[in-house]
Every structure is written in C-alpha cells, then in structure tokens.
C-alpha cells in the first residue's frame, strides 16, 4: 500500500507563487499517471494536471501557462509549481496515482490519494 503526502500549501496574495510537493511513501516501485485535482468548497473536484509515464502532460485551461507539473522518480516525489495564483485557484489540492501508464481525466480512475492541501489566494 502507497501512501501520498502533500505539504506545501499555504495562503498567498493574488500573483503569489507556491510550490506543492508530494511524497510517496511505503512501496512506490514505478510511476505511472499522476496528477493534481483540487477541489473548492461546494464544487466537484477537477483534474488540474496530468502526467503520463512517457511525461507527457495535460493541463486544464484554467491554469495553463501557469502551473508546471514534475516528479522525481529517484526521491519519490511529485511537484506542482504555481504561479500568477488567482482567488479562483482557492482550493484544496491533492496528489494522485493512477495504476495506468496513460491518464484518464476522472477522479474514479486513481487509485492512490494523498490527504490534500489547502491553497488560498486572496484578494
């Protein structure tokens, strides 16, 4: 069993930056999809980001140009770097893991979810 943990949430002003990490931890042996969702109070939650095996990415609109996924495969790790925040990124963000090498869009394709983290952006 995988366990995910996102850490570095936090509030910020709008066009702040902030990075997001994920750390896997138990027995991660590879990296298939992963992917940022977020969800805000009261609405669904959303794919932000994908990345496939290959490293092939999918952002949504709402953040493209943005926000930049990474992941280090050697440090079991996986980053969501965001600039130029707005208050509509308000949100909690998560990690998560599909068991596929390419990403489907719908939160019920992931197998593996971190606990979240809270981004606010004010103003």
């Known amino acids: 069993q995988v366990q995910l943990v996102e850490s570095g949430g936090g509030s910020v002003q709008t066009g702040g930056s902030l990075r997001l990490s994920c750390a896997a931890f138990?027995?991660?042996?590879?990296?298939?999809?992963m992917a940022w969702f977020r969800q805000a109070p009261g609405k669904e939650r959303e794919g932000v980001v994908f990345?496939?095996?290959?490293?092939?990415?999918t952002y949504a609109d709402s953040v493209k140009g943005r926000f930049t996924i990474s992941q280090d495969n050697h440090k079991n790790t996986l980053y969501l770097h965001m600039d130029s925040l707005k208050p509509e990124d308000t949100a909690m963000y998560y990690c998560?893991?599909?068991?596929?090498?390419?990403?489907?869009?719908?939160?019920?394709?992931?197998?593996?979810w971190g606990q979240g983290t809270q981004v606010t952006v004010s103003s």
């Open positions: 998560a893991a599909a068991r596929t090498s390419i990403c489907y869009s719908g939160p019920q394709y992931f197998y593996y």
């Open positions: 138990g027995h991660p042996y590879s990296w298939y999809c």
């Open positions: 990345i496939n095996n290959d490293g092939t990415t």
